[in-house]
């Protein structure tokens, strides 16, 4: 029987500046731009990107640069593409209510071992993976 010790999700999500609350505003803010605009395209603009930086910085006084802003999206972007090859990994299951992925131990290992990010969706589901879409 395989044990995992596995970090809690914030280790994995979120370091320095960024925390659960920076990135809802981040993704709030894009996703009201593209609806605001009718953008389809994939690429962010960067108007989009100076927009959430302000925001952010009036939500919480942090300072943020586009660079960074962009990086946090390759991240996020990543995140929901772990949180799908998770969920839709043999052996799984998704309790939306309870936010959790039901999986033995054992299939934990052969997904970590694809992808070792999907550790961080051990203990727990990814919060912004709905509003990632």
């Not at 029987?1 to 990135?23: A, E, R």
């Not at 946090?72 to 299951?93: C, D, H, P, W």
Request: aromatic letters at 14%; hydrophobic letters at 45%.
């Amino acid at each position: 029987m395989t044990v995992l010790n596995v970090l809690l999700q914030s280790h994995f999500l979120y370091n320095g500046k960024w925390s659960s609350k920076v990135d809802a505003k981040l993704i709030d803010t894009i996703v009201n731009l593209r609806l605001e605009t009718g953008w389809k395209e994939e690429e962010i603009l960067t108007f989009f990107l100076m927009t959430a930086a302000r925001e952010i910085h009036n939500m919480c006084g942090m300072v943020f640069n586009v660079p960074e802003l962009v990086t946090s999206i390759r991240l996020l972007a990543m995140r929901y593409q772990t949180f799908k090859e998770v969920i839709n990994s043999k052996g799984t299951y998704w309790d939306r209510a309870e936010h959790f992925v039901h999986a033995t131990d054992s299939i934990w290992v052969d997904i970590i071992e694809k992808n070792p990010f999907a550790v961080a969706y051990y203990y727990h589901d990814d919060p912004k993976y709905n509003r990632l879409r």
